[in-house]
């Protein structure tokens, strides 16, 4: 997974976003087809909106399933 520069500039703030998406991917991961690749795209920063994204990246990767 990876986070551009462009969406913050600290490594910190970059590396906590990565792990937050990782824990919401990681918790419905069992759900997923097995041999599918997932493409993830960090378009702003959401460590405010943490909750709700969370919650809307799961819908959405359900959706796809």
């Known amino acids: 997974m990876l986070i551009s520069k462009k969406i913050d500039k600290r490594a910190t703030s ?13 918790s419905q991961f069992e759900e997923f087809p097995k041999g599918v690749d997932y493409l ?3 378009s702003m920063p959401f460590e405010t909106l943490a909750p ?13 399933k």
Request: charged share 20%; net charge positive.
């Open 14 to 26: 970059r590396n906590r976003m990565r792990r937050l998406l990782q824990t919401a991917i990681q």
């Open 52 to 64: 709700e994204v969370m919650q809307t990246i799961i819908l959405t990767l359900n959706k796809a």
């Open 40 to 42: 993830v795209i960090v």
